[in-house]
């Protein structure tokens, strides 16, 4: 840096401020230490300058499944949202292991991130002290327990709700649910069922018990057994809104391994709008819960709290969109 500053003819300072975007500088002088910079070949020391502010650049996420397309996708967004303030993503998945997820909360992981974003599944009200302190978290998903830290999350029963008054809008009446949790008191499934009974209810349609099928995990194979559960037991259906688009795919499969016909037969609906949506045979229906502008919060709000610890805390609820597909409108 002193180089460069003898070469532009400025104080080390002037350059300090050109190179870390101090918007108050001539552009003729914002020149000079730029064409010195250039002809140098200068790279500022981005470690040096973060170990002087007490930082490391560094900062966490924290999601259950990355073989789950849409946590895949979701750190892809991330990291995109992050490189934009010159920040380097540690990714870790927790398995919706509550011990790791505990873990990931523990004082040795702070030590080498400047923040973190968090996609918890399983920790509750009774780790609540875990979230104490100043340490700068975001939460991603519904807020289970009343604490103060960041937290974006989507609209899951109003996004259910759209998602199966689409299936009724197409002139279907009997449509199950693949994808609850039964033991849950809390969390997505729960949210999804209640809009799924929600939207059946506003159309006068009385929910039917042997419709909603629960699924532990939300994968391909869950929805494939879910669908087939329902067709060998000779249940009579005409649609399904799955709680995410891997049990989707999966339940499309085992419909079209029966022998029957998407959507003529039954209408499937999915939830996330991965990439594969796009491309499965049809093409699936799914809610689009605005990813891009989940990831991008959350990197935002994180820098908000990095910045100033007593920020009062936030939360944004993302807008979400149904993408219809041949899945439902043939």
């Not at 540690?90 to 990931?104: S, Y």
């Not at 799955?242 to 609906?269: K, Q, S, W």
């Amino acid at each position: 840096m002193h180089d460069v500053a003898k070469l532009a003819g400025v104080s080390v300072k002037t350059v300090s401020n050109v190179l870390s975007g101090y918007p108050y500088i001539r552009e003729t002088t914002k020149a000079k230490v730029l064409a010195a910079v250039d002809e140098l070949g200068y790279r500022m020391n981005i470690s040096a300058r973060n170990l002087r502010a007490g930082r490391t650049g560094l900062i966490g996420l924290a999601v259950p499944e990355l073989s789950l397309p849409y946590f895949g996708e979701l750190a892809d967004a991330v990291i995109r949202a992050a490189e934009e303030r010159s920040w380097t993503v540690l990714v870790e998945q927790t398995g919706a292991d509550r011990e790791r997820e505990v873990g990931v909360l523990s004082g040795a992981r702070r030590q080498l991130v400047d923040g973190l974003i968090f996609a918890p599944l399983t920790v509750s009200s009774a780790d609540i002290e875990q979230f104490r302190g100043d340490f700068p978290i975001v939460l991603l998903g519904e807020r289970t327990f009343d604490v103060a830290v960041d937290n974006v999350t989507i609209g899951n029963v109003d996004a259910a709700r759209t998602a199966t008054a689409h299936l009724i809008e197409t002139g279907r009446r009997r449509i199950a649910a693949i994808g609850t949790h039964p033991t849950d008191a809390e969390g997505p499934a729960v949210l999804r069922l209640e809009g799924y009974l929600a939207a059946l209810r506003e159309a006068g349609i009385e929910p039917d018990a042997e419709l909603i099928v629960p699924a532990g995990l939300w994968h391909r194979a869950e929805g494939a057994a879910a669908m087939r559960q329902l067709l060998e037991a000779g249940t009579r259906f005409d649609a399904a809104f799955c709680f995410n688009d891997t049990l989707a795919l999966g339940a499309m499969y085992a419909v079209l391994r029966h022998g029957l016909r998407v959507p003529e037969d039954i209408a499937i609906v999915g939830f996330d709008d991965i990439e594969d949506a796009q491309y499965s045979m049809p093409p699936l229906s799914s809610i689009a819960p605005g990813r891009e502008q989940i990831a991008r919060a959350a990197v935002d709000l994180l820098a908000k709290r990095i910045e100033e610890r007593e920020h009062p805390h936030q939360q944004v609820v993302a807008d979400f969109e149904l993408r219809v597909r041949e899945s439902t409108a043939g």
